[in-house]
């Protein structure tokens, strides 16, 4: 039996049915989804807005924000009692994940998520994720 869960999420469809698909499979863990933000760079889309704010963790956890409630949509929706967690990283996706594994017993990641731009220039998350992690890595698709 699994216990601690760890769901990386963005803002993509793949995402949510990975947060759906953690929740059928383990429906007694707990699950934490983990948004990651990446830093202020030319490369990263979205995150080089993050550049210009005063305060960049509360620049991220607003960032964040509009993930973490279509995941507790997600969750409300599941049968059972869920317990759903939510916690922001600012950094480079594969090693936020990484490092934040070894605190839970299996990682839940989609097998592509973002724009095509994204996984052009970031690369494919999930492969890196799954060679990288301490613990099991469940990949959806």
């Known amino acids: ?72 949509e997600i969750a409300a929706e599941a049968d059972g009692d869920v317990v759903l967690d939510t916690d922001v990283e600012l950094g480079h996706p594969v090693r936020a994940i990484v490092r934040r594994a070894a605190d839970y017993e299996t990682v839940v990641i989609g097998s592509h998520g973002g724009s095509v731009a994204d996984r052009i220039f970031v690369g494919n998350v999930a492969e890196k994720v799954f060679r990288r992690s301490p613990v099991p890595v469940v990949v959806v698709r």
Request: net charge negative; proline share 6%.
């Open 1 to 72: 039996m699994v216990d601690d869960v760890l769901v990386p999420m963005d803002d993509s469809e793949m995402s949510e049915r990975t947060l759906e698909y953690a929740l059928e499979v383990f429906p007694d863990a707990d699950v934490t989804v983990l948004h990651v933000v990446g830093e202020p760079s030319p490369m990263w889309g979205r995150a080089t807005g993050l550049a210009l704010a005063d305060d960049l963790e509360e620049a991220a956890d607003e960032h964040a924000k509009e993930v973490f409630e279509r995941a507790r």
